[in-house]
Nanobody, 115 residues
Framework: QVELVESGGGLVQPGGSLSLSCAASGNIYSINTMGWYRQAPGKQRELVALFSSGGSINYGDSVKGRFTITRDNAKMTVYLQMNNLRPEDTAVYYC?????????WGQGTQVTVSS
C-alpha cells in the first residue's frame, strides 16, 4: 500500500508565493511518474508539473516560468514552488504517483489566491 502525504497550500495574495510538498511511503518498488495536478471548481483535473520515469519534467502551459518542481529521491518527496500566483491558480492541488504501475493520489490541498 502506498501513502502520499501532502503539506503546504493555503491563502495567498496575487503575486505571492507558496510551496507544497508530497512525501510517498509504503511498498514502492519502482516510480514511474510523480508530481502535481490541480482541479478548480467546475473544471477538469489538469497537469501542473510532473517528473517522468526518465527524469524529464513536464509543466502545464499555464504555470511554465512561475512554478518549479523539485524532488528528493532519498525521501521520495516532491516539492512544488509556486511564484507569482494568480487568482486562476486557485484549486485543490493533488499529488500524483504512479508506482508499481498503479496510480495513487494524495488527499489534496487547497490553494487560494485572492486579495
Amino acid at each position: 500500500q502506498v501513502e502520499l502525504v501532502e503539506s503546504g497550500g493555503g491563502l495567498v495574495q496575487p503575486g505571492g508565493s507558496l510551496s507544497l510538498s508530497c512525501a510517498a511511503s509504503g511498498n514502492i518498488y519502482s516510480i514511474n511518474t510523480m508530481g502535481w495536478y490541480r482541479q478548480a471548481p467546475g473544471k477538469q483535473r489538469e497537469l501542473v508539473a510532473l517528473f517522468s520515469s526518465g527524469g524529464s519534467i513536464n509543466y502545464g502551459d499555464s504555470v511554465k516560468g512561475r512554478f518549479t518542481i523539485t524532488r528528493d529521491n532519498a525521501k521520495m518527496t516532491v516539492y512544488l514552488q509556486m511564484n507569482n500566483l494568480r487568482p486562476e491558480d486557485t484549486a485543490v492541488y493533488y499529488c500524483s504517483l504512479i508506482a508499481n504501475t498503479i496510480v495513487n493520489w494524495g488527499q489534496g490541498t487547497q490553494v487560494t489566491v485572492s486579495s
